[in-house]
């Protein structure tokens, strides 16, 4: 079943979900209603040109990388160690955000999710504290990166970008120290995609995903 919210700051219960996870279908993306989705488990992912409203999804399913659990092979070591990049935090969600946006003419792919209103969405959520950029740079050339919302301990992914080769793995792997040094507890990767599996992502049920970020 497919449910419709309206301007009530209110989600259904996930339960009789579709096979894809979506939820229901309708709202905003204020902060409030994004904060309230995120903090269960609940996130938008809609085409901007084909959906008026945005869609829900609540995957019953949840893929997610623990920080201690990241896969790094031995030729991302070989990369780090050469020193070829350098990776920052919070210092360019701009850039990031755009990054994710375009690269590879994602933003004129049909079915493309990441327009105008997400990405002032997610830009007022980083200028409130509540999602986060990991920048990889070439010199003063950002190359790579990604970005999340950030709750509590937990970090729920968005999306990611290369320009070069890597370069997202960089990212994921830094976001992941990063999380182990700090007391992080989950990366969110929201869909499963063999890139994050092969990096240490694995199902959880979304019991055990709701017990997890709902100790933070």
């Known amino acids: 079943?497919?449910?419709?919210?309206?301007?009530?700051?209110?989600?259904?219960?996930?339960?009789?979900?579709?096979?894809?996870?979506?939820?229901?279908?309708?709202?905003d993306?204020?902060?409030?209603?994004?904060?309230?989705?995120?903090?269960?488990?609940?996130?938008?992912?809609?085409?901007?040109?084909?959906?008026?409203?945005?869609l829900w999804y609540c995957p019953q399913q949840r893929f997610v990388i623990f920080p201690d659990e990241i896969h790094v092979s031995h030729s991302m070591r070989t990369l780090m160690n050469k020193g070829v990049y350098e990776v920052s935090m919070g210092e360019c969600f701009d850039g990031v955000i755009c990054?994710?946006?375009?690269?590879?003419?994602?933003?004129?792919?049909?079915?493309?999710?990441?327009?105008?209103?997400?990405?002032?969405?997610?830009?007022?959520?980083?200028?409130?504290?509540?999602?986060q950029s990991v920048e990889v740079w070439q010199g003063d050339r950002l190359v790579g990166g990604l970005y999340g919302v950030t709750i509590g301990r937990a970090f729920f992914?968005?999306?990611m970008f290369s320009l070069v080769p890597n370069a997202s793995k960089l990212a994921l792997i830094y976001l992941a120290d990063f999380m182990r040094e700090h007391g992080g507890s989950l990366i969110d990767c929201q869909f499963e995609t063999p890139h994050l599996k092969s990096m240490g992502g694995r199902y959880i049920s979304y019991k055990e995903y709701m017990d997890i970020i709902s100790r933070d």
């Open 1 to 27: 079943m497919i449910y419709r919210i309206g301007k009530e700051l209110i989600f259904p219960r996930p339960v009789d979900v579709e096979p894809d996870g979506l939820l229901c279908v309708g709202g």
């Open 29 to 54: 993306l204020s902060i409030d209603r994004l904060l309230l989705a995120y903090s269960n488990g609940i996130f938008p992912w809609y085409s901007f040109r084909d959906e008026k409203e945005p």
């Open 99 to 131: 990054g994710c946006a375009a690269a590879d003419g994602r933003n004129v792919h049909e079915g493309a999710w990441l327009g105008e209103d997400i990405i002032r969405a997610y830009t007022e959520l980083h200028r409130q504290g509540f999602a």
């Open 157 to 159: 992914g968005e999306s």
